[in-house]
């Protein structure tokens, strides 16, 4: 961003102000930020296009309600009675808001709206390094999962099973699957003579049932619970839950009332229920996540969307809330309902109803895509900053022309020999979850090739398309690699590629039908998901043989 906007402020100190329009409706049209539009107003000003600024001024109002503590003083001068005139009345420094240069953790960075499926699996799984840990990943086919509390549950073992994991569901159906009715269930499970209506569960399920369900819970490696709908059915006067019984006849009849419970409520049953998952099976790996299927219905308020939404921020308040309070080892959050809810609400690819029509049920496409990444997940990664050393904070997800442009100019400032050394920086951050390897794309593909030949630590590498060969042939690499190139990239000519084989037989050199960039899913005409697919799954086995 500082670099774009010395840019404008030079081409604006020369007078250049159509290059100055031109360079900020670019901007513009990555992202709408008011900085850009304030630019554009203000060469459009310079030149007498008033009627144009005063356009883009009323675009900009449109999005930046609170633009009138940050106009430039050109522009609150050429349009004042925008500026008197506005509804909103914002009397606070502008340097105390987030915006105004506060400091936060992690910022929102969704792209919208997500039509093509690679920038939406690369946002999920921005997501999931995010909010799940690195862990040892899953050996599919021996590793032994659980998967119990909604009918989201259900559908996870059955991909997962399809995805070659050894996963089975206690197929309790919807009659279990408030935390409440969860927290019943385990209590007869653990306890099946001290509970008192184990003999419910017998009834509703068959007297094998209960052992065959806690032989499962206790044999599981991995357990995922998946919390369903806040709300259960209460009897009248004695405010009892209502297990295993007939709602719809008990509603009828005015017996029984729906309620949801408060968060502090729904959270020492969730506690409890951790509690008794653990008493089962003290060792297990446990992922606790929130159903995104909808509330199929509500006798408690006027909308079911309405009571959806209080049903779902009260689990995951609750769930929240009890993870941090009891700091369980080995118990894990997996954002599923903030993938297909929230993500969700950012792309055009049919969250719900792709394959039935039906807006309560999650499409199959999303469920595998959350079914890989749970398969998979277990790698703990460290992006080192290197160009922070050029520009603080830099980040871009932007190939346009101009753009290269500005990244040329900073690769002419960047000192290629720091890189090694935030390389190293980041291996010694890794290393806490074992063996380390590296990889990256273009020019990150090179410095893999660099680092490996530099060791620093590092177990194995996998470089994608690193340009620049002549550079880094004669160094032979000290640890396991391999990389991948396109056979068809204009930058990295195919003779170079063959004479990196010949020079380096052991390192595994592989090309694919496809041109630069072809794992780059922000750029549609370079990205080749066929050639991604199969060179990620390289990478995957290749670390998996180096770094288990």
């Known amino acids: 961003m500082n670099d774009v906007v010395a840019r404008l402020d030079a081409l604006l100190a020369r007078g250049q102000y159509a290059e100055v329009e031109a360079l900020s409706r670019a901007q513009l049209a990555q992202k709408r930020f008011y900085v850009w539009h304030l630019y554009l ?32 003083p050109e522009v609150k001068a050429a349009f004042p009675e925008k500026f008197e005139g506005h509804y909103i009345l ?69 991909f997962l099973k399809t995805a070659g994991v050894d996963a089975t569901n206690l197929l309790i159906e919807e009659s279990i699957n408030s935390p409440l009715a969860n927290r019943s269930f385990l209590q007869a499970a653990v306890d099946p003579g001290g509970f008192a209506d184990t003999a419910r569960v017998e009834s509703a399920f068959g007297a094998d049932f209960l052992p065959r369900a806690r032989s499962q819970l206790s044999g599981a490696e991995v357990i995922v619970l998946t919390l369903g709908v806040a709300p259960a059915f209460y009897h009248r006067g004695s405010n009892k839950f209502a297990f295993l019984e007939d709602y719809r006849v008990l ?27 653990r008493a089962l099976n003290p060792a297990a790996r446990i992922y606790v996540s929130i159903s995104p299927v909808p509330l199929h219905g509500t006798s408690e308020l006027a ?44 792309t055009t690819l049919e969250p719900f109803g792709a394959d039935d029509h ?4 999650v499409s199959n496409w999303l469920v595998e895509l959350i079914v890989d990444r749970f398969a998979r997940h277990g790698y703990f990664a460290v992006a080192p900053a290197m160009f922070d050393r050029v520009d603080m904070g830099y980040e871009s997800e932007n190939y346009q022309a101009e753009q290269f442009q500005i990244i040329g100019a900073m690769m002419k400032k960047f000192d290629h020999k720091t890189a090694l050394l935030d390389v190293e920086a980041a291996v010694k951050e890794a290393s806490a979850g074992g063996k380390v390897g590296i990889t990256g794309y273009c020019f ?55 004479t990196l084989k010949r020079r380096h037989p052991n390192v595994g050199v592989y090309t694919y039908d496809a041109v630069h960039g072809f794992c780059n899913s922000y750029r549609p ?13 390289r990478t995957l086995e290749f670390f998996h043989t180096h770094l288990a």
């Open 444 to 498: 990150g593909g090179a410095v893999t090739w660099r680092a490996c030949h530099a060791g620093l630590g590092l177990s194995a590498g996998s470089g994608y398309y690193g340009g620049g060969v002549p550079n880094y042939i004669d160094l032979e690499p000290m640890v396991p690699l391999e990389m991948h190139y396109g056979a068809k990239d204009t930058g990295i000519p195919l003779e170079q590629i063959e």
């Open 251 to 277: 509603l009828a009849q005015g017996e029984v009332y729906m309620r949801t419970p408060t968060v502090e409520e729904a959270k020492a049953v969730i506690v409890d229920v951790l509690a008794l998952v």
């Open 90 to 158: 914002n009397t606070m420094k502008p340097e105390l808001g987030i915006e105004g240069g506060a400091q936060v953790r992690r910022k929102w960075k969704v792209p919208a709206p997500m039509a093509q499926a690679p920038v939406f699996a690369a946002t999920v799984d921005a997501l999931i390094a995010e909010c799940v840990p690195a862990l040892p990943s899953l050996e599919r086919g021996t590793t032994q999962v659980t998967t119990f509390g909604s009918c989201f549950a259900a559908n996870l073992a059955r």
């Open 303 to 346: 909308s079911a969307v309405a009571a959806d939404c209080i049903s779902k921020s009260t689990l995951r308040a609750a769930l929240h809330e009890a993870m941090a309070a009891g700091r369980q080892a080995n118990v894990f959050y997996w954002p599923s309902f903030e993938i297909v809810r929230w993500l969700g609400a950012h």
């Open 525 to 537: 005409t370079h990205f080749n998901e066929a050639a991604c697919k199969k060179a990620s799954a």
């Open 41 to 72: 107003i203000v060469a459009l000003l310079r030149v007498g296009r008033r009627d144009d600024a005063e356009r883009e001024l009323d675009d900009l109002f449109s999005y930046k309600f609170n633009i009138a503590e940050r106009a430039w």
């Open 358 to 361: 039906e807006s309560r049920h």
